[in-house]
């Protein structure tokens, strides 16, 4: 019989030791590289055929594009264009490992905090290096009242 928390747990697919860190691939790595690769079909596949009148997957492609865009111009302004490649690649990343967390006998990398964590703390980490570059000690004084 197996356990309900058994759909969550990280197994080794192949075991890789580099100078005494464990780095193997376990199943939450494949189904973030399936995710990346499905993502990556979508939109090369997508827009290969730059239609006026779009077909499915084009017009999936431009809507994910349009909403992601829409929304960073919304919060952000045009300032925000030169980040929207990076903001766009994390929202289809984190939207294909959910969905595909939906398929039976999937796994959803995002479920697990570290995952999580790992690309919260490097958004951070980075808007935190550009509002220095930005705005130097000032930037600090942007979070108070």
């Known amino acids: 019989m197996h356990s309900p928390m058994e ?24 189904w973030m590289v399936i995710a990346v690769i499905l993502a990556t079909a979508v939109f090369v596949w997508g827009m290969r055929q730059r239609a006026l009148v779009p077909g499915r997957l084009q017009s999936v492609a431009e809507v994910g594009y349009e909403f992601v865009a829409g929304m960073v111009r919304d919060n952000v302004g045009d300032g925000g264009k030169k980040y929207f490649p990076f903001i766009l690649t994390l929202f289809i990343f984190i939207l294909f490992c959910n969905v595909l967390g939906m398929v039976p006998y999937s796994f959803t990398p995002t479920s697990h905090i570290v995952v999580t964590f790992a690309m919260a703390a490097f958004v951070f980490v980075g808007v935190t290096i550009i509002g220095l570059a930005k705005h130097g000690l000032h930037f600090f004084s942007l979070f108070g009242s």
């Open 7 to 30: 759909q969550f747990e990280i197994k080794r697919l192949l075991h890789l030791n580099l100078f005494g860190i464990d780095a193997s691939f376990t199943n939450s790595s494949t």
